[in-house]
């Protein structure tokens, strides 16, 4: 799911969507983040083209992830909930309307 479909998902709007992920999906974010970085590393990459490749190899490892332990659970790790209180949503509603 793309960076929109998963904020439309949630139903944000100008919010930051790592706010408002779960602990599954922040690891899982994360996970794919640490593997990108580690196979660029590992591959030396320079440029946007070698660097987008590294990015689909990492993505992928966090993807395999995700799809086993949803298989294992039978729970979705990607949810629409939305994980900051109320209180702090609308702070960071308002602070981002005056951006």
Do not use: P, W, Y
């Not at 994360?30 to 580690?38: G, K, M, V």
């Not at 395999?64 to 909930?81: C, I, M, P, Q």
């Amino acid at each position: 799911m793309s960076v929109n479909e998963h904020k439309k998902l949630k139903g944000l709007e100008t919010q930051t969507l790592r706010d408002h992920m779960s602990e599954a999906e922040l690891i899982f974010t994360a996970l794919a983040e640490l593997s990108t970085r580690q196979i660029a590393e590992t591959e030396n990459a320079k440029g946007i083209d070698e660097n987008k490749k590294a990015s689909t190899k990492g993505g992928r490892i966090a993807k395999k992830a995700r799809v086993e332990l949803e298989l294992e659970t039978g729970k979705s790790v990607v949810t629409g909930k939305n994980f900051l209180k109320e209180d702090n949503a609308k702070t960071l509603k308002l602070r981002n309307k005056r951006k």
